[in-house]
């Protein structure tokens, strides 16, 4: 079973670290999630309360010591 979470991240952020968070779950590179949020928020006008929602409902990556 895969135990695979999605969390903000801690390490690859710019701003809330939700698009670093999402490259990390899906194994891509961070710069064509933020490219994929300019297209929603330029093209159409979602990519804003996407990222928003978002910031404020998923977790923070656990701390590791």
Known sequence: MNNKRYYLSRTDKKIGGVC?????????????????????FFGFGCGLI??????LLA????SQF
């Open 50 to 55: 996407a990222y928003i929602i978002l910031w």
């Open 20 to 40: 670093g968070g999402l490259a990390e779950y899906f194994e891509i590179d961070p710069l064509l999630v933020r490219v994929g949020f300019l297209i929603l």
């Open 59 to 62: 977790p923070k990556a656990p």
